[in-house]
């Protein structure tokens, strides 16, 4: 396995409980297609949705974090849809889905705006001009207000799905 250097990163400026979610639209994007979606209308479909921020498509922790969503059953569960965020296009996230047998959806944000919008961004080291979303857990009722956030504060990071799932009150079975 390849060692990375662990590197703190600045702090994240992320919405918190109880703050309305900053509103976008963006394509959400299946494994079959995508359509231009408002996170307000995506919202209202369940009791609670979990926008996953995840560093870009392809890299081992956007792979790893979907992974471990998947095994631990956090999509539908109590009322629950997962909803991810990536910097991708719509034909790079429908590959991601369809090569890692995933039942979500994800809003394909090429240019990084939603993760600036929610304070979650970060550059990508070495790279100029080139940014990605830092591993982050927003929880949002119907309404879009913010219940829970989490983000990554040194790459790579990992979230504490154990200590997510107490605090969300998830209820997987």
């Known amino acids: 396995m390849p060692e990375f ?6 702090p994240a400026s992320h919405p918190e409980p109880g703050e309305d979610a900053p509103a976008f639209t963006r394509p959400l994007v299946t494994d079959e297609f995508w359509e231009d979606r408002s996170l307000s209308s995506v919202v209202t479909e369940s009791e609670r949705t979990i926008l996953v921020f995840t560093p870009m498509i392809g890299s081992f922790l956007a792979t790893y974090i979907w992974d471990e969503l998947r095994e631990r ?6 009322g629950t849809q997962l909803v991810g965020v990536s910097a991708a296009n719509p034909y790079t996230v429908t590959r991601f889905l369809e090569d890692n047998d995933l039942e979500v959806r ?3 944000d090429p240019a990084n705006d939603v993760a600036r919008a929610y304070g979650v961004e970060h550059d990508v080291d070495g790279m100029a001009g080139i940014s990605e979303p830092r591993p982050a857990i927003i929880a949002l009722d119907s309404d879009g207000t913010v219940e829970h956030a989490w983000a990554a504060e040194e790459w790579p990071e990992f979230p ?3 200590a997510l799932e107490s605090e969300l009150n998830l209820d997987l079975e």
Do not use: C, K, N
Not at 5 to 10: A, I, P, S
Not at 73 to 78: K, L, P, V
């Open 106 to 108: 994800l809003f394909a």
């Open 160 to 162: 504490d799905y154990d």
């Open 73 to 78: 059953g956090w999509s539908g569960a109590d």
């Open 5 to 10: 250097d662990v590197v703190d990163l600045e």
